[in-house]
């Protein structure tokens, strides 16, 4: 079976002996398809990732062989994401599943950018669902990442009618902000590319151009009877991002970290401390969210439509610069013709 895996610096496309169940429980599948993360973006680029690692974990796939209590069938159309949580340790008791040892342990192998992939018993049981008919492939490949976003609007307790502004609007700022739509929030958008802006507003996301911030949060301020937003979600990794939160968020906010930045900048203690904000983190889902990412797919309450280029595995190397180079929003690698 081909996949493609990390060798200095590069994703390499390989020819490696095909993997089988041999006994095990629970199934091989054939990936139809996996999304690029950029969570596989950052393994990559800052070396996280050793080589021989095949990436990709938001796949879409047909059971091939399986071994399971479950009721999934030889020949079904799955959705599966990596990582499960033992339920059970004071993280998990605290829902903070994605700090979980079992959770980050866990995952799929060899990787989701192969022909085939191992799904345990555990994935079945609790991070796989059967696709049904008139939802495309890509489509459902949003599973995993709208997981993560409605894991992040969760965290934040909002209060109905709230207004949200979504700082970054590359895929997942896009995502995130379908998320808060369905959920029946309000949503402001803001990016440096007007590219990004424009797409933004063409679906149904009232976005801006953040560059000059005093005009932007002039906007911002119109917009919310002088108060500022509810909550901001930092879907953007941006030095800069910081600041046009910091400016645009209501007196008593809330401020949630959905990325990484390049440095690690100290908090604004002064801020914090005297708006009253709340300054909150979120990674990665539980199958809870997961399971309420899948509905909203499902539903079509989603509209990820114009989000994704296709690539085939054999130009994987392409979808990965691409995505560098903010040529395009999201990469789906689509396993056979
Ligand atoms: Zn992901
Ligand atoms: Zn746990």
């Known amino acids: 079976m081909k996949v493609a895996q990390v060798e200095n610096e590069k994703i390499v496309v390989k020819n490696i002996d095909d993997i089988k169940l041999d006994g095990r429980k629970g199934a091989i599948v054939r990936v139809l398809g996996c999304g690029l993360c950029g969570s596989d973006i950052v393994k990559f680029r800052h070396k996280l990732a050793k080589n021989g690692t095949v990436l990709g974990h938001e796949i879409v796939a047909v059971i091939e062989e399986i071994n399971s209590d479950t009721n999934f069938r030889i020949g079904e159309k799955i959705v599966s994401s990596h990582h499960i949580p033992c339920f059970e340790c004071t993280y998990c008791e605290h829902e903070n599943y994605s700090m979980c040892s079992h959770f980050k342990a866990t995952n799929i192998f060899p990787g989701g950018f192969s022909e085939k992939v191992y799904l345990s018993e555990e994935h079945l049981k609790n991070v796989a669902h059967k696709v049904p008919e008139g939802i495309t492939d890509e489509e459902i490949s949003f599973y995993e990442p709208l997981g993560c976003c409605i894991r992040a609007i969760k965290r934040c307790n909002l209060y109905k009618n709230d207004k949200i502004l979504t700082i970054g609007l590359g895929s997942i700022g896009l995502l995130m902000s379908e998320g808060l ?44 009877n002088g108060y500022g937003v509810d909550a901001v979600f930092m879907t953007s990794g941006a030095d800069k991002a910081i600041d046009v939160a910091l400016k645009t968020v209501k007196m008593g906010g809330k401020i949630l970290v959905f990325s990484s930045t390049p440095n690690n900048f100290g908090y604004a203690n002064n801020e914090i401390y005297y708006k009253e904000l709340t300054v909150l983190g979120s990674y990665s889902p539980s199958p809870k969210d997961l399971q309420e990412s899948f509905d909203l797919i499902v539903q079509h309450k989603i509209n990820v439509k114009g989000c994704t280029t296709i690539y085939s595995l054999d130009n994987i190397q392409q979808a990965f610069d691409e995505t560098i180079s903010n040529k395009i929003f999201k990469a789906y690698i689509k396993m056979f013709e």
Request: hydrophobic letters at 30%.
């Open 181 to 224: 739509k369905a959920l029946g929030y309000k949503v402001y958008g803001c990016d440096l590319l007007e590219e990004r802006i424009n797409t933004a507003n063409k679906n149904g996301i009232e976005s801006f151009n953040s560059r000059d911030l005093e005009t932007f949060d002039k906007i911002i301020k119109e917009k919310t």
